[in-house]
């Protein structure tokens, strides 16, 4: 085990044409700051083990494999996968952003390397999941649909995952690894929102992989292939995909209506650790302390108060004096991403509890949740 000094970014694991690579940066890991991880390197797997406690790599490439393909567009190409016999598509919303002619080549046998290619229509995206749903018109014998994990699954950690795509253009490419963190919070496309419990995985994902499903040992996509942590835009073992759960919602949302509502509830804050609530003389350990609450939002709508005075804790800048926000609906809200979730889970005008510290006394509030 060696520790070593990184230069890391967030990188969208897409290929464009021009050589041209789509780059976010995490806003914990700015570019050009160093940081210090250590590293375990692992032994190769054998492509027949058996995945998580279920089938083998193989069992699952040829159950799945036909039902991923390449998409292609006019500015580069990425992963997608068939959901369903009616010809739909997941991929990533940044695969398909301002394409437009975009191509779907699905395998026609595997390891052939002959493909049928169906144009394919962008019924939406969106930018704040990293999720887009394309429609192909194939005939029914040509759609292979893979089998998406069910809803409330949540994936562990240390179970093994198999990743497809199209890794630098060499489509068809199977990879294999484990989930290695869950709750993981990863940037999106709009540069405001953060995408919360993003699985990170050490199978190996490369510019072309993104918008492939990672697959666990039962042969269900748990997730969507979307973005590698990098200190030389290839991969380290550092991966990163979107929630399943999460991509499911959006999908059905684009399926049925043609766009995406997110519940909002219009604070910005930060969370609450033991030392900052010494710091603060505040009686809770945990929660949210509302920093700001935004004009006209169903928070401020509902009552909820922000910060009145900056102070710094252990150097970490933030507004005291607001309400310190510890449960929604009954769930207990320790971390800003269990605050984001919650409210995700909800629905747009949808009336919720919020308990919240104000003065030091425990009161609940109750706001009707808006749409983004």
Do not use: C
């Amino acid at each position: 085990m060696t520790s070593i000094l990184k230069s890391a970014a967030l990188i969208a694991a897409a290929v464009f044409s021009g050589g041209v690579t789509a780059v976010w940066v995490d806003s914990t890991h700015p570019q050009g700051t160093t940081i210090v991880r250590t590293e375990t390197i692992a032994a190769p797997q054998n492509v027949n083990s058996t995945a998580s406690t279920g089938l083998s790599v193989n069992q699952i490439y040829r159950r799945a494999g036909l039902g991923v393909g390449v998409v292609r567009t006019d500015q580069g190409l990425g992963t997608g996968f068939v959901i369903d016999s009616a010809g739909h598509v997941l991929t990533n919303a940044h695969v398909v952003l301002n394409a437009n002619d975009v191509q779907v080549e699905l395998p026609k046998t595997l390891g052939s390397g002959e493909v049928n290619t169906f144009k394919a229509k962008v019924l939406g995206l969106d930018k704040s999941t990293d999720v887009a749903v394309l429609q192909i018109d194939a005939p029914a014998d040509q759609l292979h649909p893979l089998t998406l994990a069910p809803s409330g699954e949540r994936p562990q950690v240390g179970q093994s995952v198999v990743a497809i795509g199209t890794p630098l253009g060499e489509e068809g490419t199977v990879t294999t690894g484990i989930v290695s963190a869950v709750s993981r919070e990863i940037n999106s496309l709009d540069s405001r929102i953060k995408i919360y419990g993003a699985i990170q995985t050490d199978a190996a994902i490369n510019h072309g992989n993104s918008g492939g499903p990672l697959i666990d040992g039962q042969g269900q996509v748990i997730g969507i292939n979307s973005q590698i942590l990098s200190e030389n835009n290839g991969n380290v073992g550092i991966g990163f995909a979107i929630p399943i759960s999460t991509a499911r919602d959006v999908a059905d949302q684009i399926i049925s209506t043609g766009k995406v509502a997110h519940t909002w509830l219009g604070i910005e804050g930060t969370e609450l650790t033991p030392d900052v609530a010494k710091a603060l003389n505040l009686n809770v350990q945990s929660g949210v302390i509302v920093g700001q609450v935004v004009d006209g939002s169903p928070a401020a709508k509902a009552g909820l108060k922000g910060g009145t005075t900056p102070v710094t804790v252990d150097g970490q800048s933030l507004m005291s004096g607001g309400d310190v926000i510890v449960k929604i609906d009954g769930t207990d809200i320790n971390t800003f991403a269990d605050l984001a979730q919650t409210i995700a889970q909800k629905k747009p005008g949808e009336t919720i509890p919020i308990e919240i510290l104000r003065n030091g006394q425990t009161q609940t509030v109750n706001v009707t949740l808006g749409e983004r």
